[in-house]
């Protein structure tokens, strides 16, 4: 039972490129939320889902996409990164009626 | 918009000392008050308070939530370096659509 995991670990980027961040479950949980995390700001909401299928936006979703078409699946997606964007990015999971978030280990991303 | 606000930002202590973290919320349609520790990566879970004036506690820790007052506090006992983290505090609001809101997190350091 590996939980939420998260791919890449790290990743650079140059200004301009995409690339998509992944996040997988395997406690079977409708819910999944992508946060991001800087330096002295907590974490902060940048989507989240409700279930396979369907997305929301949360408090900083400007620049990012996502996209869940397996339940257990979660990706989130920089069409053309920004220095701005370097970050640490957490992507959680919980139950339906449960409200506690589960995280993963986090992806760190550079934009040069 | 919903608001988290934990004081200090950061505490240096000794082992052996006593602390306190302070949480006060705003979070609309408010369900619950979480507390998580955060070492190098992910965030992981501590308690999750619903009720006002009830304790929850685990070993040294402990927490208390005032929903009249909308604060919440974080009490760490006999305090070891392995305490040291980040301990972040989240409100979390709505029904179907339930999401956490966090603050920017207390640095605690604990010295020997």
């Known amino acids: 039972n590996a939980g939420v995991t998260q791919t890449p670990k790290f990743r650079v980027l140059k200004t301009g490129q995409s690339m998509t961040l992944l996040c997988a479950q395997d406690?079977?949980?409708?819910?999944m939320y992508w946060y991001r995390q800087d330096p002295g700001m907590g974490l902060r909401l940048i989507h989240y889902?409700?279930?396979?299928?369907?997305?929301a936006k949360g408090e900083v979703p400007d620049g990012y996409n996502v996209s869940r078409l397996k339940k257990q699946n979660f990706l989130l997606g920089l069409e053309s990164a920004a220095p701005s964007q370097t970050s640490v990015y957490f992507c959680?999971?919980?139950?339906?009626?449960?409200?506690?978030?589960?995280f993963g280990p986090g992806t760190r991303l550079l934009v040069l | 918009e919903d608001k988290v606000v934990q004081s200090p930002l950061s505490l240096v202590v000794h082992e052996g000392d006593t602390v306190t973290l302070n949480c006060s919320y705003e979070?609309?349609?408010?369900?619950?008050l979480l507390w998580y520790k955060q070492e190098k990566k992910a965030p992981t879970f501590l308690f999750m308070l619903?009720?006002?004036?009830i304790e929850k506690k685990s070993g040294r820790l402990s927490s208390i939530l005032d929903k009249k007052e909308l604060f919440s506090i974080l009490n760490i006992t006999a305090t070891q370096t392995g305490d040291s983290a980040i301990y972040l505090c989240a409100g979390g609001s709505g029904g179907s659509n339930y999401k956490l809101t966090f603050g920017k997190g207390t640095l605690l350091t604990v010295n020997p």
């Open positions: 619903t009720s006002s004036g």
């Open positions: 959680a999971s919980r139950a339906p009626l449960l409200e506690t978030q589960y």
């Open positions: 406690m079977n949980h409708e819910y």
């Open positions: 979070v609309t349609n408010f369900r619950s």
């Open positions: 889902s409700v279930g396979e299928g369907t997305t």
